[in-house]
């Protein structure tokens, strides 16, 4: 079983930024894959960014792209979402999640989210 728990949502103006954490815990020798996705009030739940635990490999989803920064420290067994230029409609909560694969086909433990506010 692997444990996954984020933090460092919080509130913050439009173009400011935020860092979110993940920290995995658990059987973490499972994990090869870790996500981070968000979900808006009324809107259905959409990927945000990817990161292999080995490799370091990362995609973003379009919106994204060249203002959130996915990393990892092996050492701390966290993985990081840096996120800049934020903007209003990044307003959501934003939750972690760690595969057993890479490519991940799946996710396989979530954390409980943390939720991000972005005023304009």
């Known amino acids: 079983q692997v444990r996954v728990v984020e933090s460092g949502g919080g509130w913050v103006q439009a173009g400011g930024s935020l860092k979110l954490s993940c920290a995995i815990s658990g059987r973490t020798f499972r994990t090869y894959g870790l996500g981070w996705f968000r979900q808006a009030p009324g809107k259905e739940r959409e990927f945000v960014a990817r990161?292999?635990?080995?490799?370091?490999?990362?995609s973003y989803t379009d919106s994204v792209k060249g203002r959130f920064t996915i990393s990892r420290d092996n050492v701390k067994n966290t993985v990081y979402l840096e996120m800049n230029s934020l903007r209003p409609e990044d307003t959501a909560v934003y939750y972690c999640?760690?595969?057993?694969?890479?490519?991940?086909?799946?996710?396989?433990?979530w954390g409980q989210g943390t939720q991000v506010t972005v005023s304009s």
């Open positions: 990161i292999s635990w080995s490799s370091g490999d990362s």
């Open positions: 999640a760690a595969s057993t694969n890479w490519p991940p086909a799946r996710y396989d433990s």
